[in-house]
Every structure is written in C-alpha cells, then in structure tokens.
C-alpha cells in the first residue's frame, strides 16, 4: 500500500511562519510530486505551488514571494514553507503526486495521490 501523509500544520498568528511536510510510504518504484493545494470552506481545492518536470517551481499569486516548495527525493517528501502568513492562507492543505509501485509482485499506476490534508490555520 502506498501512503502520503501531511504533516506540520497548526495555529500559528498573522506574521508567522510554518513548515509543512508530505511523505510518501510504501512499496514505491518512483514517484512525482505534482505540488501543494489547499481547499477553505465553500470554496474549491486551488494550487498553491507545484513542481515542474523541469526543476523549476511555479507559486499562486497570492503566496509568490511568500511560500517556498521543495523536495527531498531520497526521502520520497515534500516541503511547503510559509512565511508571513496571513488569515486569508487558513486552509486544509494537501499534497498530490504520481507514483507508480508495485503490490504481491504487479506494478501499478503511475496513479494519482493525496494525503489526508493538514489543517492550517492564521489567526489576525
């Protein structure tokens, strides 16, 4: 089985800054991490950062400036830091990516991934 767990969320004040992490588990062969999304109430998932297949980084205008992504590849995890955080970034915050692995000796996928989300929450 495969899992992508986020962590490193919380409640943090209007300036502050968090350090969230996403790492994939499992019988794993390889793995691409698509980005970082975020989802408020009654508002839909949008992308906040992502990686491209290139190396380069893309950001949401709202956070460019702000946030920072990054991998470490040997650990099959990903990073989100925010900084000078404001109340309109309190969100559940989820991790994607593509991994192909293998169960009882078949390979699957590359197959789509989230993780359960961690709440961020910026108080004014």
């Known amino acids: 089985q495969v899992q992508m767990v986020e962590s490193g969320g919380g409640l943090v004040q209007a300036g502050g800054s968090l350090r969230l992490s996403c790492a994939a588990s499992?019988?794993?062969?390889?793995?691409?991490?698509k980005g970082w999304y975020r989802q408020s109430p009654g508002n839909e998932r949008e992308l906040v950062a992502s990686?491209?297949?290139?190396?380069?980084?893309n950001y949401a205008d709202s956070v460019k400036g702000r946030f920072t992504i990054s991998r470490d590849n040997a650990k099959n995890t990903v990073y989100l830091q925010m900084n000078s955080l404001n109340p309109e970034d309190t969100a559940v915050y989820y991790c994607?990516?593509?991994?192909?692995?293998?169960?009882?000796?078949?390979?699957?996928?590359?197959?789509?991934?989230w993780g359960q989300g961690t709440q961020v929450t910026v108080s004014s």
């Open positions: 994607n990516a593509d991994i192909r692995y293998s169960n009882r000796g078949y390979y699957f996928g590359p197959s789509g991934f």
């Open positions: 990686l491209i297949s290139d190396g380069s980084e």
């Open positions: 499992g019988s794993i062969i390889s793995i691409k991490f």
